[in-house]
């Protein structure tokens, strides 16, 4: 049997050196076969080398006769150049991949396999391999690597109700493959080696024609998507975005003179003779100007639907009797001072007069009651009475007195023994706000039940007659709310009772509850009475009576000892503090100076300096469930409260701050 090995060089000779050496063998024993002679490739930029097939000769005793050698043809094939392929020094035999080509070396009988991959097809002789094959001397071998293209990737989805278009988009990628060099191997298994290159195509006519089919007809932002065709990574954009409403604004009443507020933060001392919080106007002053409300503009969403501006709201100016409105301007008809009260859109604005008593309150003076402001000069002496229906202010002290306020008291002496009360008016107001909206709420659900028994019956509210309406109510309150009447009975008598401001109104609200519900059955009423028209006009008063932001009673003194003090809204005490008094207070008190004995009572907030004393006294400190109690200094005796949370101090303490968790549980820091 023949041995044959294929070999390369650098020129002939060296290729034919090297296969004697691996036959083992001289020139004389081997024939040589010149496959492709040295030369360049590749626009001369590639060195192509030498490849010969040298084949052991058979003895003679195995020689079969060859005729018709051909040397001619022999030696022009060895000078053509035709073929190149690569040389260096065999070592091994088989099958390798070097610079992305196949090189063979065959040697005996076992031949080389190649398995093909997915993304490398294989040919044998021009026909497809899919499985490991084996590969023979003279077999024609060819490769075929497929690069990949995936192209770029794009969705738009409206969001935000329709309100943006939001374009998610990915790159295309070209990638590149190669075969990975191997070395030489009897199976070898193809391997590919891959380039990634990412690129972008998209022009954006693509993009809008995209929003176009969505049916987006506004709102298309040119510059997003430009900007989107030029990017060559994983990227998201709005591309377009709906026109939301433009917010108008409600009416609303600028006032021109100085509103002083509580300022919770401030403990510095205060001096009285300076401190004036009441404004003055004169007759024909404008004191504040009407602003009428500004439409907004309606939206539009992606789709071209339109998204109606929110409504504005004007408020409702109740003049009082001393001043006009003119042009939107609101003037004074007298010297006094101007007050202004906000209940919800609902604004009071008038001038108090002032009445000024240069000397102390006392048996020689009387009692001072005005439907305005009030400002004595000196103190208000023993069993004596200063009632306004603005602010008091108090140049001296207050002995064993009553002073009653609605909007605030300013005392710049000390009181002892007295009692002081600001805001009472509107108390008595929030009470009847609170008992009303319980009335709405029953009412409500006679509304809902009424409703029911007339579905049942085929019919509507409109289809019964008052009187029919008022024994069916009647019927559902003997079933079912029994403690109606006497809810309503009890409402009324507060009217009547307490003379609260607008009395008229609540006068009126009093008598059409009373004909509706306290009246016999026997008693006609209006033809156009309806259960819906009742409600939502209690519903629109009581809208009218909440107040807005933080309430503006103020009381504030610099010392008490020994008294009640009331405030609907805040108390500050700025001196040397207070001594077993009760002080009450809506909203918040702060005092500056000691606490000891007595109770402090607020709703929302409480800020004390030092409370308790060196000898055991009992002092309460107390807040509502959402309030919070903060004090510098505590001494044992102490107790405090948040919601129906206590504690007691039973030794001195610093730095507490009191409050209750989402549990409901008292924590103290």
């Known amino acids: 049997m023949k041995q044959a090995v294929t070999v390369q060089g650098k020129t002939v000779e060296e290729a034919i050196e090297q296969a004697l050496i691996n036959l083992k063998a001289t020139r004389d024993e081997v024939d040589v076969e010149v496959i492709t002679n040295p030369g360049k490739r590749?626009?001369?930029?590639?060195?192509?080398?030498?490849?010969?097939?040298?084949?052991?000769?058979?003895?003679?005793?195995?020689?079969?006769?060859?005729?018709?050698?051909?040397?001619?043809?022999?030696?022009?094939?060895?000078?053509?150049?035709?073929?190149?392929?690569?040389?260096?020094?065999?070592?091994?035999?088989?099958?390798?991949?070097?610079?992305?080509?196949?090189?063979?070396?065959?040697?005996?009988?076992?031949?080389?396999?190649?398995t093909p991959v997915d993304d490398v097809t294989l040919y044998i002789n021009d026909e497809q391999i899919t499985e490991k094959v084996t590969i023979q001397p003279d077999d024609d071998v060819t490769l075929s690597i497929a690069d990949e293209l995936v192209p770029p990737q794009y969705s738009i989805d409206l969001i935000e109700n329709n309100m943006i278009a939001l374009l998610k988009f990915t790159p295309g990628k070209k990638v590149r493959k190669t075969l990975k060099d191997m070395p030489y191997t009897m199976d070898l298994k193809l391997t590919t080696a891959a380039m990634t290159t990412y690129y972008n195509d998209l022009a954006p006519q693509q993009i809008v024609d995209e929003l176009k089919t969505l049916g987006v007809?506004?709102?298309?932002?040119?510059?997003?998507?430009?900007?989107?065709?030029?990017?060559?990574?994983?990227?998201?954009?709005?591309?377009?975005?709906?026109?939301?409403?433009?917010?108008?604004?409600?009416?609303?009443?600028?006032?021109?003179?100085?509103?002083?507020?509580?300022?919770?933060?401030?403990?510095?001392?205060?001096?009285?003779r300076e401190m004036n919080t009441i404004s003055t106007a004169r007759e024909g002053d404008p004191i504040a100007t009407h602003v009428p409300p500004v439409e907004g503009k309606d939206g539009y969403d992606l789709l071209g639907k339109v998204i109606p501006k929110k409504p504005v709201r004007?408020?409702?100016?109740?003049?009082?009797?001393?001043?006009?409105?003119?042009?939107?301007?609101?003037?004074?008809?007298?010297?006094?001072?101007?007050?202004?009260?906000?209940?919800?859109?609902?604004?009071?604005?008038?001038?108090?007069?002032?009445?000024?008593?240069?000397?102390?309150?006392?048996?020689?003076?009387?009692?001072?009651?005005?439907?305005?402001?009030?400002?004595?000069?000196?103190?208000?002496?023993?069993?004596?009475?200063?009632?306004?229906?603005?602010?008091?202010?108090?140049?001296?002290?207050?002995?064993?007195?009553?002073?009653?306020?609605?909007?605030?008291?300013?005392?710049?002496?000390?009181?002892?023994?007295?009692?002081?009360?600001?805001g009472k008016q509107d108390d008595i107001e929030q009470e009847l706000v609170e008992r009303l909206e319980q009335i709405i709420i029953i009412l409500k659900q006679i509304q809902s039940a009424v409703g029911q028994i007339l579905t049942l019956r085929g019919s509507e509210e409109d289809d019964l007659s008052p009187t029919a309406l008022k024994q069916l109510i009647h019927l559902l309150l003997e079933k079912k709310h029994l403690s109606f009447k006497r809810s309503v009975s009890v409402f009324i008598q507060l009217v009547e009772e307490r003379k609260v401001e607008e009395s008229d109104e609540w006068n009126n609200i009093a008598n059409e509850l009373h004909r509706v519900f306290l009246t016999p059955l026997t008693q006609e009423l209006p033809a156009d009475l309806r259960l819906e028209n009742l409600i939502f006009h209690l519903d629109s008063f009581i809208e009218n009576y909440y107040l807005e932001g933080t309430t503006t009673n103020e009381l504030v003194v610099p010392y008490v000892a020994n008294s009640k003090l009331y405030s609907n809204g805040n108390i500050e005490?700025?001196?040397?503090?207070?001594?077993?008094?009760?002080?009450?207070?809506?909203?918040?008190?702060?005092?500056?100076?000691?606490?000891?004995?007595?109770?402090?009572?607020?709703?929302?907030?409480?800020?004390?300096?030092?409370?308790?004393?060196?000898?055991?006294?009992?002092?309460?400190?107390?807040?509502?469930?959402?309030?919070?109690?903060?004090?510098?200094?505590v001494y044992a005796g102490t107790e405090i409260q948040v919601g129906n949370r206590k504690h007691a101090f039973h030794r001195d303490d610093y730095e507490i701050f009191a409050r209750l968790d989402e549990e409901g549980m008292l924590i103290l820091r």
């Open 217 to 272: 007809q506004k709102g298309i932002i040119f510059p997003a998507i430009q900007k989107v065709t030029q990017v060559e990574k994983p990227y998201e954009l709005i591309v377009a975005r709906g026109q939301s409403p433009e917010e108008g604004a409600d009416g609303d009443l600028e006032v021109h003179f100085t509103i002083d507020t509580f300022n919770p933060d401030s403990l510095e001392k205060v001096d009285f």
């Open 42 to 114: 590749l626009f001369g930029l590639r060195k192509a080398l030498a490849e010969v097939k040298v084949t052991r000769k058979q003895r003679m005793s195995e020689l079969e006769i060859v005729e018709d050698v051909d040397f001619e043809k022999l030696v022009e094939a060895a000078l053509s150049g035709e073929v190149a392929v690569e040389s260096s020094q065999i070592s091994s035999k088989g099958v390798r991949v070097k610079n992305g080509r196949l090189e063979f070396v065959f040697e005996g009988e076992i031949k080389p396999s190649i």
């Open 573 to 633: 005490v700025k001196g040397q503090g207070v001594i077993q008094s009760i002080l009450v207070a809506r909203n918040r008190i702060q005092i500056q100076g000691v606490c000891r004995g007595g109770e402090i009572i607020a709703q929302n907030a409480i800020v004390l300096q030092e409370t308790g004393s060196e000898n055991p006294v009992t002092t309460l400190v107390k807040v509502g469930e959402v309030g919070t109690i903060k004090i510098g200094k």
């Open 314 to 422: 004007d408020i409702t100016l109740r003049l009082g009797k001393n001043v006009t409105l003119e042009d939107g301007e609101v003037i004074a008809n007298i010297s006094g001072n101007p007050t202004v009260e906000w209940r919800n859109k609902t604004v009071k604005i008038d001038i108090n007069p002032e009445f000024y008593h240069p000397g102390e309150v006392s048996l020689e003076s009387g009692n001072i009651r005005t439907e305005g402001d009030v400002r004595i000069g000196g103190d208000v002496r023993t069993s004596m009475f200063v009632g306004a229906a603005g602010s008091v202010r108090v140049n001296g002290s207050v002995r064993k007195a009553t002073i009653e306020a609605k909007h605030s008291a300013i005392i710049v002496g000390n009181v002892l023994s007295s009692t002081i009360t600001v």
